[in-house]
């Protein structure tokens, strides 16, 4: 079972004061959500999603075209456009999707990363996963600005079932600014495993980047994947059979993009089915055949992917990353 | 109904008969079959298919790892490797590959590239489709060999149905050093359609490239995409729901390859299933999508694919493409 590295003690040290949209107060923020992606099918998860942000305290702002639908995405494309542009417009402490889905990749040329990056200079917090992978590369490669991997409103807070903790606890840290890390526990290397977990890993001053690897994969080659340079790289897919993962590892790989990192996480793959005519291959198969084929260190078992129990991750933050054992630290806080 | 060009009269001229590999004559030929890829599984299809081959009064050599078997794999990496490193040193008229499924892509590095090249340049025809696009986009980037987009062993001459007789013309039209060109009608515009079929188009003296999507869109970034500019590029894929196709469309379109072509040719898209998610995004979406984006006439209905009618194409060859009315022909013979 993964876990939330425990916050430090925060009451020894105060250095995050100073920010404004970062301090240590608890109080209300300001949430906005928007729908950059697909339409929202499910309007009960997703007032179920608002109330519980709502319960927390929480000022949530709906944008006007949240519930917006055309085709299968949220509006069309100058809608979804207009959408991301009032986000960043809205002075929110923290921009949420509503959900992925597929929508951010054919829009990414239309959208204004320097507005984008203002608010987020300003402190705002842009969250997501999965499809907002596209924006989150985007941003990282036109101006630097770091976004958040974390849960959207519908799976995550509108979950008919009780919201993870785990992810609830991370989403507050990142609201009140206390989160400074997230660690977790690897899975043991099954005994028939040609490979083995990494020895322990130090890596320090690094890009973390990535997210779902589909969308990755889906941009290499063009301007939108940023040129990231020793950094650790975490990906994550769902519905996808261990053989499309291998190939989008490989086309990661004969890019030579896995190679320059100091670091590859695993997160979780999750929702595929094997059949008869793999054999033996399975997901397992690939972490090996990679593992083969690479000398950066390949980790397993980040808590993040299509799953409840999510870490919130900096994408494009300098963060430290420390193995020992079978426990795994991805660090962005202040070093005492 | 697409229909094969076709073959002009060649009672009227004798241009080929100084090809020593590429005659008239409608003599026995020999045809190699190895696997690449997937394991065979079906071994019924595999023997129903060598028969056929036989019964037309081929040679048939079947490679010593045909039905190899490794996880889902035929054989392990190294064994594939050989496999096709044997079809290459076998001397046959004709390389076909048993089935796609997958496996060309990871040992793409391990290839002997000169040795597959001399054997083409000596005349063999390497021929295949699906998971076979990866070594022939590998083969067309490292040494320019042109090779044979058709159909595999399996699934066309081993099909439990009679066998396409379109294939098997084409087929036969390219063992006796007949074929010259493939012609199809295009599909009519749906009334409801955003975009229209393009005007009039003729192009000449293009390199034809393309094969399966996803295959094609795995390969972007890396080493074994060829940098085709001014070509002819056709794509065709099976099981992928249309916003999958479009997004692997937009990173060939966003990776700057589809603006270099002279015409994007789509030939067929099968198996996949739409949902109510969808509400009227469809295939034909993306078609419209694709012309509003790029000025190169986008041509559709190419009678290629992941089905029993499949022309054979000459990828890596300069063609010329004519298209009147809803009239388009591939033509890859000389011009007199």
């Known amino acids: 079972m993964p876990s939330s590295q425990p916050p430090h003690d925060h009451a020894e040290h105060d250095h995050d004061h100073d920010h404004a949209a970062c301090g240590h107060d608890h109080g209300p ?14 309007k009960a998860a997703f007032r179920r999603g608002v109330k519980r942000l709502q319960a927390l305290g929480h000022e949530v702002e709906v944008d006007a075209d949240a519930l917006s639908s055309h085709q299968r995405f949220a509006g069309d494309d100058a809608a979804r456009v207009a959408a991301i542009h009032r986000a960043a417009a809205s002075g929110a402490d923290l921009a949420l999707i509503s959900r992925g889905g597929y929508g951010l990749t054919r829009i990414l040329p239309a959208i204004d990363y ?4 203002k608010a987020i200079a300003d402190g705002m917090k842009f969250v997501g996963f999965s499809d907002f992978t596209a924006l989150q590369m985007a941003l990282l490669a036109k101006n630097g600005a770091t976004t958040w991997a974390g849960p959207g409103l519908l799976g995550d807070f509108g979950s008919p079932e009780v919201v993870d903790d785990i992810m609830e606890a991370c989403f507050d840290d990142l609201l009140s600014g206390h989160g400074e ?20 890993v130090y890596v320090q001053k690094a890009t973390l980047w990535g997210g779902n690897l589909a969308v990755m994969a889906g941009l290499v080659g063009t301007p939108w994947l ?15 059979h261990p053989y499309r993962v291998e190939r989008m590892l490989t086309q990661l790989l004969m890019a030579g993009i896995l190679g320059r990192q100091k670091a590859i996480v695993l997160g979780q793959f999750t929702d595929f089915r094997l059949t008869p005519h793999d054999k033996g291959f399975k997901l397992q198969s690939v972490v090996d055949w990679l593992r083969s084929q690479i000398d950066v260190p390949v980790l397993t078992g980040l808590p993040f992917g299509h799953v409840p129990t999510k870490v919130l991750l900096p994408v494009g933050a300098k963060v ?17």
Chains 1, 2 share one sequence.
Do not use: C
């Not at 660690?183 to 020895?199: K, V």
């Not at 950094?231 to 519905?239: P, S």
């Not at 430290?320 to 005492?336: K, T």
């Open 29 to 42: 923020k300001h949430i906005y959500i928007y729908s950059p992606a697909g339409a929202v099918r499910d």
């Open 114 to 117: 320097a507005r984008l990056g």
């Open 181 to 200: 890390g997230s660690g977790w526990r690897m899975p043991a290397t099954p005994r028939s495993a040609a490979s083995q977990a990494p020895d322990d």
């Open 226 to 240: 940023p040129a990231v340079k020793g950094g650790v790289l975490f990906l994550e897919d769902v519905n996808e």
């Open 320 to 336: 430290s990353l420390s193995v020992e054992g079978r426990d795994a630290l991805i660090y962005w806080g202040h070093v005492h």
